[in-house]
């Protein structure tokens, strides 16, 4: 009994460690000490975080994570803080969070309750719902069209869940295939392997603005779920949660996120010059003034 009870002990110690930092997180106090932060970046997360081409991320996302660097190098006193960038995906990102690989993630990630008991969020800066992109000439308008069809999602989001509940609540049967990012999800249909890829609308549009040929594409469906996106922060870390809102608040009440906003949805960006010409939502001018972090249910 008393071997049983130390092979337990040592076995719940070993997935502790293997589980990522305690509970009471201090990131700042880790960056203090290490001399450097590690922001995260996705690479096909237009216009919020991706790659253009060779070298560092842009994006929405990423100029709110820079301008959380700079707020942290003040902090710290550390101007010459060394900020790493580590690229992170939809299945990745969070467990990358807790183990204290990266030290935040600014990107296309949907605020909910279910990742709300993982990690801590920060003010909403973002608000999309779920639709799809199809090729024009597959005939496909709405789901119902996708009846018994394969539709592509990408593994890890909450879109991939929302897809498959609205199949079961409206006996569409589809057959849901998972692409490892939105990049290889949209290779999915492009290579006739699915009839439509299903996510935030407003990605698809950033996806469809970067193909090779934009005019073959279309987005279309009813909008599922109006979410939030935020930047994820590890729980329990008040100080962190205070400096990152800070931040964002900041930039809403200045003007600056408004100026952020007209750069990289309503004006050409890198690599294409294309214009997403997508006027800020109801939802998200409402948080400009209410700066909440509340989470999609």
């Known amino acids: ?8 002990s040592v076995a719940l110690a070993a997935a502790a460690l293997l589980a990522g930092p305690p509970a009471s997180a201090d990131t700042l106090k880790k960056i203090a000490e290490s001399g450097k932060m590690t ?8 216009p919020f975080s991706y790659l253009s081409g060779p070298g560092a991320p842009v ?8 301008a959380v660097a700079e707020a942290v190098k003040k902090q710290v006193n550390n101007p010459a803080l060394k900020v790493e960038l580590q690229a992170v995906t939809s ?27 993982d990690v801590q969020f920060a003010v909403n800066y973002f608000y999309t719902g779920t639709r799809l992109l199809t ?10 069209d996708l009846a018994r069809k394969k539709v592509a999602s990408t593994s890890g989001t909450t879109n991939a869940q929302v897809i498959r509940k609205y199949s079961r609540d409206n006996n569409l049967d589809l057959d849901i295939v998972l692409g490892k990012d ?11 392997r699915a009839e439509a890829f299903a996510m935030d609308d407003i990605l698809l549009f950033g ?49 600056e996120f408004e100026k952020l906003y007209t ?11 294309q214009n997403l010409n997508l006027p800020m939502s109801k939802e998200l001018r409402e948080n400009l003034v209410a700066q909440s972090d509340k989470p999609a249910q």
């Open 135 to 144: 090729k024009k000439t597959s005939g496909v308008r709405n789901y119902a």
């Open 182 to 192: 939105h990049d290889d999800s949209m290779l999915l249909v492009d290579t006739g």
């Open 207 to 255: 996806l469809m603005g970067n193909a090779r040929n934009p005019a073959e594409w279309t987005v279309v469906g009813d909008s599922l779920q109006v979410e939030p996106y935020a930047c994820m922060l590890r729980k329990d870390d008040p100080q962190f949660q205070a400096l990152v809102n800070g931040v964002i608040v900041s930039l809403m009440k200045s003007g």
């Open 39 to 46: 922001l995260a970046y996705r690479e096909s997360s237009v």
């Open 263 to 273: 750069k990289w949805f309503m004006s050409p960006v890198p690599p294409r010059g």
């Open 91 to 117: 299945q990745n990102r969070i467990p990358l969070l807790t183990n204290g690989t990266i030290d935040l993630e600014c990107g296309s990630t949907t605020n909910n309750t279910v990742r709300g008991k």
């Open 1 to 8: 009994m008393k071997l049983s009870a130390v092979t337990t």
């Open 59 to 66: 994006g929405f996302a990423v100029d709110i994570s820079n």
